[in-house]
Nanobody, 124 residues
């Protein structure tokens, strides 16, 4: 399974970005997915997660109301819409995949596959 993130970049504070995570090589019928981020010198932290059907989501408190996670299983792609971005959102964003699961997973230790990351930089 390979995950490829895209959509990162430089944005001014208050702006928006939409990240995508395209998955290939999948063999499982069901899979849970999530977004994490890691800033320099910090641990990788949970951002958002979505269940297989896309009707249940979970968010870190720091992004609730501003970020929206979604997925299109027909395209094997997950998205993260990020609005009202602030400087503290600057980090490398990673998508993660857990085959065989339909529930929301917020723990990074559970995921099996990770993308290479996409950099998001918010200028203040």
């Amino acid at each position: 399974v390979q995950l490829v993130e895209s959509g990162g970049g430089l944005v001014q504070a208050g702006g928006s970005l939409r990240l995508s995570c395209a998955v290939s090589g999948r063999t499982s019928r069901w899979w849970a997915m999530g977004w994490f981020r890691q800033a320099p010198g910090k641990e990788r932290e949970f951002v958002a997660a979505i269940n297989w059907s896309g009707d249940t989501t979970s968010y870190a408190d720091s992004v609730k109301g501003r970020f929206t996670v979604s997925r299109d299983n027909s395209k094997n792609t997950m998205y993260l819409q990020m609005n009202s971005l602030q400087a503290e959102a600057t980090a490398t964003y990673y998508c993660a995949d857990k085959p065989g699961y339909v529930i929301v997973i917020t723990s990074r230790n559970v995921y099996d596959y990770w993308g290479q990351g996409t950099q998001v930089t918010v200028s203040s």
